[in-house]
């Protein structure tokens, strides 16, 4: 009767243990969606950066028509860089 009780009591405990586990990674993940909408808030050109880290330097072989997606990185346009008129 006592090894009963123990495996009951284990299996109590385990299921304890994992829903404690799944809490705690439920609050994280929010937190991290906080944060991020936190810095997006202050300043959206976190979003091309991400992008830039992200790039592995090849262009899409697949565009979907349509959506009006750009594959590369855009980049604030400088007048007169080259000192052309």
Known sequence: ??????????????????????RLEGESRANVLRLNAEVLRTNALV????????????????????????PLIGLPRQDNASGAK
């Open 1 to 22: 009767m006592r090894i009963a009780d123990a495996d009951r009591q284990a299996a109590i405990l385990n299921a304890q243990g994992a829903g404690e586990a799944i």
């Open 47 to 70: 979003v091309e950066l991400v992008k830039a880290d992200r790039w592995n330097g090849t262009v899409p072989q697949t565009l979907l028509e349509g959506t009006g997606a750009t």
